[in-house]
């Protein structure tokens, strides 16, 4: 089983910037890919931005050069740094692992509003 603890979350202001974190504990030998998705009300769940075991990343549209994806040593713990947030980033954020299926977290809300 694999449990997956988001942080990070909260409100800020137009421009401002927000990190979000999680991390995934259980009993797994390696993590084949880790992202974050977002879901804004009365919307679809979206990718954001995700991040192979090998490093290579990828983003969607809106969020590039703004929106930063990594990992640390551990392979364990996946971050968003959040940049020049929007009022349109609004959402739920939800951590997504690859271990032969999908995981999830239980989201984190992330609202921009001044």
């Known amino acids: 089983q694999v449990q997956l603890v988001e942080s990070g979350g909260g409100l800020v202001q137009p421009g401002g910037s927000l990190r979000l974190s999680c991390a995934a504990s259980?009993?797994?030998?390696?993590?084949?890919?880790m992202g974050w998705y977002r879901q804004a009300a009365g919307k679809e769940r979206e990718l954001v931005a995700t991040i192979t075991s090998g490093g290579r990343t990828n983003y969607a549209d809106s969020v590039k050069g703004r929106f930063t994806i990594s990992t640390d040593n551990t392979k364990r713990t996946v971050s968003l740094q959040m940049n020049d947030l929007k009022p349109e980033d609004t959402a739920v954020y939800f951590c997504n692992v690859f271990i032969n299926r999908n995981y999830w977290g239980k989201g984190t809300l992330v609202t921009v509003s001044s």
């Open positions: 259980g009993r797994f030998f390696s993590i084949n890919a």
